[in-house]
């Protein structure tokens, strides 16, 4: 079992750019969360979803953030246009339902200049 | 507000002590997890303890849980130098799938 693959590992960016960031959960996890994690504000939530389905996005920080799960085995958190404020690392974590303990993702570490 | 606070914020022991980091909520809960993050890493699940567990063990690990107090405690016996990391409690809001993080405790185990 790979465990939760993120892609890119890092990003850097210039402000006004469109950054996408790419995650593969564990194959049969029916949830899937997105995280932030700043020294500032910790780890946020940003998006939860189950069986593809987003069921709660309140934690998205504003419009320029939108999250997709196309299927089971793929997920996207895109950001545009990209602000030096969304630098942090952002995690993807998976779960074979909610309440379990979940698997984290490596993180990407994304950087807006 | 954090629904997770960790207390203490850092703590630096020497190999082989052991540590204790506590874990106070406001909600009610349905289970509470621990996780550790290892300095530029993903987090790493530990343990989880359901509301009406009081505690639990794996391994190293001692978890105890007093809904009563909202709070929660992660002891490591026998510390290592290994055990250096920063460890996270993370709770269910209101008993739902939400799981808040708190500000997780910073250890550095001294060898």
């Known amino acids: 079992d790979a465990g939760v693959i993120q892609s890119p590992r890092h990003e850097v960016t210039e402000m006004g750019q469109e950054v996408t960031l790419r995650c593969k959960p564990i194959?049969?996890?029916?949830?899937l969360f997105w995280y932030r994690q700043t020294m500032m504000r910790g780890l946020e939530l940003l998006i939860y979803?189950?069986?593809?389905?987003?069921?709660?996005d309140s934690g998205m920080p504003e419009d320029r953030f939108s999250a997709k799960m196309p299927n089971a085995s793929f997920s996207t958190l895109k950001i545009q246009p990209s602000e030096p404020r969304d630098s942090a690392v952002y995690f993807c974590?998976?779960?074979?339902?909610?309440?379990?303990?979940?698997?984290f993702g490596s993180g990407t570490r994304l950087t807006v200049v | 507000s954090q629904q997770g606070e960790e207390d203490p914020q850092a703590l630096s022991i020497q190999e082989g002590e052991n540590a204790t980091m506590n874990c106070s909520y406001k909600?009610?809960?349905?289970?509470l997890q621990w996780y550790r993050q290892n300095s530029g890493r993903g987090l790493v699940h530990l343990i989880l303890?359901?509301?009406?567990?009081r505690e639990k063990h794996s391994g190293r690990l001692r978890v105890t849980l007093d809904t009563s107090k909202k709070s929660s405690s992660l002891l490591i016996t026998a510390s290592r130098a290994a055990d250096t990391a920063s460890y996270f409690c993370?709770?269910?809001?209101?008993?739902?799938?939400?799981?808040?993080f708190g500000t997780g405790t910073r250890l550095k185990v001294l060898a």
């Open positions: 974590a998976s779960s074979p339902r909610a309440g379990n303990g979940y698997t």
């Open positions: 194959s049969g996890h029916n949830s």
């Open positions: 979803f189950n069986n593809n389905v987003p069921i709660d």
């Open positions: 909600t009610s809960i349905n289970n």
């Open positions: 303890i359901r509301s009406n567990e």
């Open positions: 993370a709770t269910d809001e209101g008993g739902t799938y939400k799981y808040i």
